[in-house]
């Protein structure tokens, strides 16, 4: 892809997936960004690294894990297209080693923009500056969403929360995972999960398929 091209595909991204940027953000972002493809199960960041970019996701999706001294992940939270990394944009523009790592869960493309960046994008465009202070807010509700789910919500609310926020970042219904890596994700077994799942689809509330599951109704 030539420079011209890409710069054209950013563009056309920025338009469908952040509206709310004025044309001239759109024009120096376009300029001044990459995009970056990355392969399904690729990790985009580890844990003590230095961040050179933040990114916008506008395709696929991205999990983002708080890694324990055992070696465990924990599950905080998923970006879909149209969302950004407030993690990375708190790193970078602060210098600091990132505390959580994050993969791909399925090919995914991002907008990098450079940190050199940041400052004149903050004071200069109302809109980005706007952005950054939602996009914290909203990272911040889904972080206190994790702390609720453990420490006041069962494991079959937590994973009837869990394919409701699945389902809603797909935007579709059939949702491609295995019980293995919801287990994973809520910090359970696949043992525990697969017998919840069971009897949701007892209830007729999901169908269970071949590392697929479909959402039949509506969770509360």
Request: aromatic share 10%; hydrophobic share 40%.
């Amino acid at each position: 892809m030539n420079m011209h091209t890409e710069q054209a595909a950013i563009s056309q991204y920025l338009e469908t997936y952040f509206s709310q940027f004025e044309p001239e953000l759109i024009r120096k972002l376009a300029e001044n960004s990459i995009l970056r493809d990355f392969e399904g199960d690729e990790q985009l960041m580890r844990p003590g690294q230095y961040f050179k970019s933040t990114m916008l996701i506008v395709e696929g999706g991205v999990k983002l894990y708080r890694e324990g001294q055992d070696g465990n992940e924990f599950f905080i939270y998923q970006l879909g297209p149209g969302d950004a990394c407030a993690l990375s944009m708190i790193c970078a523009t602060k210098k600091e080693q990132s505390q959580i790592s994050a993969r791909a869960v399925e090919p995914t493309r991002a907008i990098l923009i450079p940190i050199a960046l940041m400052d004149e994008l903050m004071t200069s465009y109302k809109s980005w500056y706007y952005f950054v202070l939602e996009t914290y807010r909203s990272r911040f509700e889904e972080l206190l969403q994790v702390v609720d789910g453990i420490a006041f919500r069962s494991m079959d609310e937590r994973l009837e929360f869990y394919l409701k926020n699945q389902q809603k970042l797909l935007h579709n219904d059939e949702i491609p995972i295995t019980h293995q890596q919801i287990a994973s994700d809520l910090n359970s077994s696949r043992e525990v999960i697969s017998r919840l799942l069971k009897k949701m689809e007892q209830r007729g509330m999901v169908r269970l398929g071949r590392n697929t599951i479909k959402v039949l109704r509506n969770f509360p």
